[in-house]
């Protein structure tokens, strides 16, 4: 079964760091991009960026560039997203997903961020 | 940035009645690439149509895309109770990748 299978839930305090993955089997991880898209409580879907798992190429929407991290280790057919500090308003659902146009999704992880 | 606009914002029908939801977007989406999800209170969005047209793999025929250019129509023939739910549009053809509002389909 193709499927990507998100890390859990986060609570975190302003200013602290955090990485989540997204892990991808059932089919090559090499042959996909992968993407994240953001959706705060109650709001909908906002697409933050997409890395192409063979060289890393990575693009980001300029609401999230300088952000965010995204990145991926092949071995181990998995993507990540990061954040270097956060802030409260990193509140929200992340999702991973495949390709361009989105046809998996990942569960998705809530990351709660407290000031 | 190519902006989507759906409409409406909310959708009241019954089961078995025809649903239609727009999605239009502020310049011409690049060979029609144009995709559609719906989401469940509590789920991860579901992907049902990309190409404007083309249902993604085990969607029902009740669900229908149409349209090109700037002007897309998502359409449910006749719906049955688990269709009610949120329904985004994206265009994918140019970065940055864009979704529209969503319309909710709810029961009348």
């Known amino acids: 079964e193709v499927q990507l299978v998100q890390s859990g839930a986060e609570v975190k305090k302003s200013g602290e760091p955090l990485k989540i993955s997204c892990k991808a089997s059932g089919y090559s991880f090499t042959t996909y991009w992968i993407g994240w898209v953001r959706q705060m409580p109650g709001k909908g879907l906002e697409w933050m960026g997409i890395?192409?798992?063979?060289?890393?190429?990575?693009r980001y929407s300029p609401s999230f560039q300088g952000q965010v991290t995204i990145s991926a280790d092949k071995s181990i057919s998995t993507a990540y997203l990061q954040w270097s500090s956060l802030k409260a308003s990193d509140t929200a659902m992340y999702y991973c997903?495949?390709?361009?146009?989105?046809?998996?999704w990942g569960q998705g992880t809530m990351v709660t961020v407290s000031s | 940035d190519i902006v989507m606009t759906q409409s409406p914002d909310t959708l009241s029908l019954s089961p078995g009645e025809r649903a239609t939801l727009s999605c239009r977007a502020s310049?011409?989406?690049?060979?029609?690439?144009l995709a559609w999800y719906q989401q469940k209170p509590g789920q991860a969005p579901k992907f049902l149509i990309y190409g404007a047209s083309t249902r993604a793999t085990g969607i029902p025929d009740r669900f229908s895309g149409s349209g090109s250019g700037t002007d897309f129509t998502l359409t449910i023939s006749s719906l049955e109770p688990e269709d009610f739910a949120v329904y985004y549009c994206q265009q994918y053809g140019s970065s940055p990748l864009t979704f529209g509002g969503g319309t909710k389909v709810e029961i009348k």
């Open positions: 997903t495949r390709q361009w146009n989105h046809d998996i």
């Open positions: 310049q011409s989406v690049r060979s029609n690439f």
């Open positions: 890395i192409n798992p063979v060289d890393s190429d990575t």
